[in-house]
């Protein structure tokens, strides 16, 4: 049994600031070698980590370009919801996206907690997922827990999370070594950078990174995009797959952008610091206050599903801008 593993697709319709190529033929580009090496190694299913769309309301003329190619993978295309394919992080607004509307024409199909049993050449997977929810790298978060079935012969977990091998934020993430699971392989994206195959206590943890590169960080100049092919067999064998229609960073993304973008962040840094004695929030971006909201232990459960609730119907009423 063969699984591909592409991360991170952001479809879209605009060119981010720092891409100085046309970034939807970029990315068409990208998502048709993936169909091309999903059809030539003959998988039989492909896996995306979330974050299919860049916002939970990508416009149809934008949408139907990529349905036309998503519709011309001869495997099934198993998904779990990333944060940008859903109003406020709310699950509970997947139906109104356009991610949804995917999900319910058949184009992709959602893994849910539940899971689903897939069989072939003997090999029996049981295939679970987590779509994105505030509280999924919350401390002592159970979003990466799998209970592996004692008939089946593997288990993987797909989830979008900022699961990651050692610690790059100060908080809002989950360490591999942190995990206890039963699954043999749990992959998630979210990290775009991500961190290629990992084993830890007899289980292995992927995130190929995305496939696409918006930042012009450093780091993401040099990372050059691929996607991750799984074959189940006897053993588990992952292989890493730099995508051939992959440009050089150097090519795409453009530096001066981003040495605009922290002379603002400075500026930002200093009003902020000036007001923060103001109110207790001290940040201006919906991500930043969501994740505050979320993390306040001193917020009861009630008030924070409700404070979520609220922000994720104004983003719907406002058109997702926010995303």
């Known amino acids: 049994m063969?699984?591909?593993?592409?991360?991170?697709?952001?479809?879209?319709?605009?060119?981010?600031?720092r891409r100085v190529d046309n970034f939807k033929e970029t990315l068409l580009d990208k998502l048709k070698e993936v169909q091309q090496i999903a059809e030539k190694e003959?998988?039989?299913?492909?896996?995306?980590?979330?974050?299919?769309?860049?916002?939970?309301?990508?416009?149809?003329?934008?949408?139907?370009e990529f349905v036309k190619l998503l519709r011309d993978f001869s495997m099934p295309i198993y998904i779990v919801a990333g944060n940008h394919d859903l109003?406020?992080?709310?699950?509970?607004?997947?139906?109104?996206?356009?991610?949804?509307?995917?999900?319910?024409?058949?184009?992709?199909?959602?893994?849910?907690e539940n899971?689903?049993?897939?069989?072939?050449?003997?090999?029996?997977?049981?295939?679970?997922?987590?779509?994105?929810d505030y509280t999924l790298d919350n401390k002592n978060t159970t979003a990466y827990e799998v209970e592996k079935r004692e008939d089946v012969d593997y288990a993987l977990h797909l989830v979008h999370g900022m699961?990651?091998?050692?610690?790059?934020?100060?908080?809002?993430?989950?360490?591999?070594?942190?995990?206890?699971?039963?699954?043999?392989?749990?992959?998630?994206?979210?990290?775009?950078?991500?961190?290629?195959?990992?084993?830890?206590?007899?289980?292995?943890?992927?995130?190929?990174?995305?496939?696409?590169?918006?930042?012009?960080?450093?780091?993401?100049?040099?990372?050059?995009?691929?996607?991750?092919?799984?074959?189940?067999?006897d053993e588990i064998n992952i292989e890493l797959m730099t995508l051939d229609s992959a440009q050089q960073g150097e090519e795409v993304l453009d530096r001066s952008e981003l040495e605009?973008?922290?002379?603002?962040?400075?500026?930002?840094?200093?009003?902020?610091?000036?007001?923060?004695?103001?109110?207790?929030?001290k940040h201006f971006k919906i991500d930043d206050i969501l994740d505050e909201v979320a993390n306040?232990?001193?917020i009861s459960q009630d008030?924070?599903?409700?404070?979520?609730s609220r922000i994720s119907q104004a983003q719907e009423r406002l058109g997702g801008q926010n995303q």
């Open 115 to 132: 899971g689903i049993i897939r069989e072939k050449d003997n090999i029996k997977l049981q295939l679970t997922g987590r779509s994105f």
């Open 163 to 233: 699961l990651l091998d050692k610690p790059v934020f100060e908080d809002g993430y989950t360490l591999i070594e942190d995990i206890e699971t039963e699954a043999d392989i749990t992959i998630t994206g979210h990290y775009h950078l991500g961190y290629g195959i990992k084993e830890f206590n007899n289980s292995y943890f992927l995130n190929p990174g995305s496939i696409v590169r918006i930042s012009a960080d450093l780091k993401e100049i040099a990372r050059m995009p691929q996607v991750a092919l799984i074959d189940l067999k």
């Open 42 to 64: 003959e998988a039989d299913m492909v896996l995306h980590s979330g974050d299919l769309f860049d916002r939970p309301d990508t416009a149809p003329s934008i949408v139907s």
């Open 87 to 112: 109003y406020g992080h709310n699950p509970e607004t997947l139906p109104r996206t356009m991610l949804g509307l995917l999900v319910a024409s058949g184009i992709v199909n959602l893994i849910g």
């Open 260 to 281: 605009k973008q922290k002379f603002r962040e400075k500026k930002l840094a200093d009003f902020n610091q000036q007001i923060s004695a103001a109110g207790e929030f």
């Open 303 to 308: 008030v924070k599903e409700e404070a979520l």
């Open 296 to 298: 306040n232990q001193n």
């Open 2 to 17: 063969k699984l591909l593993v592409v991360n991170d697709t952001h479809i879209r319709g605009t060119t981010p600031s």
